[in-house]
């Protein structure tokens, strides 16, 4: 596979949660200066998170990214920073579908779950309070019926009571055919329109862009990175990532713990080919 020889033109596609920052949110010096130094060389660095916009783009702000492009919800957002805007960007593009249908079938298989709608730019929609520090944003308790009433760019499923692998087995089981999903390291269901993905939002931002597809890297560590490490000339999964992402990828790195991030976006316009 070639990979691209010069930073200059490259998409870098970074994830943000286990890859750039570490789980308790803190974002080290050589990460922000390796991040900052692809920049300069030229290369158009991409946050693509399941956050939403508005805290994506504070994270973006503090590695020195204030133009350019995020990817948030999975997918389902995108959009330009510009520091001369309200908030420092502008949402270029937005996907929603009907979250009623699928909630529907989740809640009767979950009915101790708790269920999060985004509200985009503001923070989210829930059944019941979230635990601290799980959602960002604001929270508005609402009736499930109301949850589910509006069109929606991302939906959260988060069931103590299960595990991951009982998450995935639930929804092989029951079909969750319009939507694309993700499961999480916990009992943590990610929902976005179907067919969206970072991989699908991160290909028409090359094609805006004008990047060959060689010149193109993925960084991440989770369920949602899947398609996105797929979809890169150079996916790159971090070390902590659990095996089917780890399978998903071309490489691993270090771990979170290690700045795994830092050694790959050193290395870029220095890959073989």
Same mark, same amino acid.
């Given at each position: 596979m070639t990979h691209p020889r010069t930073a200059a033109g490259t998409l870098v596609a970074l994830d943000v949660d286990g890859t750039l920052l570490t789980y308790d949110g803190a974002l080290s010096p050589a990460v922000r200066e390796a991040v900052t130094g692809v920049r300069d060389a030229g290369a158009h660095v991409v946050l693509a998170t399941g956050r939403g916009v508005r805290s994506a783009v504070p994270v973006a702000v503090d590695l020195g990214l204030t133009t350019g492009w995020v990817v948030c919800s999975n997918g389902a957002v995108t959009a330009r920073l510009d520091a001369g805007l309200p908030g420092g960007y502008e949402v270029t593009s937005i996907t929603t579908f009907d979250p009623e249908p699928a909630l529907r079938v989740l809640q009767a298989e979950l009915p101790d779950a708790l269920? &999060? %709608?985004e509200d985009l730019g503001h923070g989210f929609r829930v059944s019941r309070p979230f635990p601290d520090h799980e959602l960002t #944003?604001? *929270? *508005? %308790?609402l009736p499930f019926d109301e949850l589910v009433a509006q069109p929606a760019t @991302?939906? %959260?499923v988060r069931d103590p009571g299960?595990?991951?692998e009982e998450f995935r087995e639930l929804v092989e089981r029951v079909g969750l055919h319009q939507v694309s999903y993700a499961v999480g390291?916990? &009992?943590w269901l990610d929902l976005t329109?179907? #067919?969206v993905s970072k991989a699908s939002a991160l290909e028409e931002l090359r094609r805006v862009l004008g990047v060959e597809p060689f010149a193109t890297v993925a960084v991440g560590d989770g369920g949602n990175d899947v398609e996105m490490l797929r979809w890169a000339a150079r996916g790159v999964a971090m070390g902590h990532a659990p095996e089917f992402v780890r399978l998903a990828a071309d490489e691993v790195t270090g771990t979170i713990e290690d700045d795994g991030a830092v050694a790959?976006? @050193?290395?870029i316009g220095h890959a073989p080919a």
């Open positions: 269920f &999060a %709608v #944003g604001d *929270q *508005q %308790v @991302r939906v %959260v299960s595990t991951p390291w916990s &009992a329109p179907g #067919g790959v976006l @050193r290395s």
